[in-house]
């Protein structure tokens, strides 16, 4: 049994049943979502996906030189090395927001602005996600910044594929094509997954009590992501709290 699964997982399983029960998911993977709440949704989330998206390769790079100051250089490099294939990954995000947008202003009367959209202000939500990734690479814990990719790369693996299931089933498979970057990150998010596996395995051996933290930082990432997800939802389902801009 490796340490991850004795060390760290039992910390985390709570949180990641939420995959399971939150009531923004719950509403993604159900067969009775609307069409128009289901393309909403996947705008709001494409727009503001950039706002969450665009310092990743920043983040992962300053936790990898952060590692290297503190005397790991073997896993700072894996880090650095590993933040050059995350760089302008926002921009799929904004091309399948203008993408979705375009088909939205076809059939729908409150037609929208793509960029209006993508530059909207962040959640408080968003903002929290970034804050912790700027704690954990300039703390103690750089590796922290591999949990937090580890928990929110367990949603993207497990809980995205069945969300595009549900989005071809509800819009067709021409709306789940343009959906580029969520496609793409279900898939190579497997290998980064692994990465960050074998990297917190590797502190784990010989710091075993940071476990505990390691999930605390990871916990907290997924928990602002799914609070994303829900405000991108509210917006589609017209609640209030925060307004979708108009042209």
């Not at 060390?7 to 029960?21: D, G, I, K, M, N």
């Not at 005397?71 to 650095?80: A, P, Y």
């Not at 993408?99 to 409150?110: E, Y």
């Not at 928990?223 to 801009?245: E, H, K, N, P, T």
Request: proline share 3%.
């Amino acid at each position: 049994m490796s340490l991850i699964e004795t060390h760290y997982l039992p910390h985390v399983q709570q949180h990641r049943a939420r995959l399971e029960t939150d009531a923004v998911v719950r509403t993604l993977l159900s067969p009775d979502i609307t069409p128009r709440v289901m393309e909403r949704f996947l705008i709001e989330w494409s727009a503001r996906g950039a706002y969450m998206t665009e310092p990743v390769d920043g983040w992962i790079r300053g936790a990898g030189e952060r590692c290297i100051a503190l005397g790991d250089e073997k896993v700072g490099r894996q880090l650095i090395t590993h933040a050059k294939h995350e760089a302008g990954h926002h921009l799929m995000t904004i091309q399948d927001a203008r993408v979705l947008v375009a088909t939205w202003n076809t059939r729908h009367a409150d037609v929208l602005d793509a960029d209006t959209l993508v530059a909207q202000a962040p959640t408080e939500a968003m903002r929290q996600y970034r804050q912790v990734h700027d704690e954990v690479i300039t703390g103690d814990l750089p590796l922290g910044q591999a949990a937090i990719e580890y928990e929110v790369g367990y949603l993207t693996v497990v809980l995205v594929p069945r969300i595009l299931a549900n989005v071809r089933a509800v819009l067709g498979q021409k709306t789940l094509d343009t959906l580029t970057f969520l496609r793409e990150h279900a898939e190579v998010d497997v290998g980064h997954t692994a990465l960050n596996e074998r990297m917190m395995e590797g502190l784990l051996r010989t710091r075993p009590e940071e476990g505990r933290r390691l999930a605390e930082y990871g916990t907290r990432g997924l928990d602002c992501y799914l609070r994303f997800l829900d405000d991108c939802m509210r917006v589609a389902q017209g609640a209030g709290g925060i307004s979708a801009a108009a042209a």
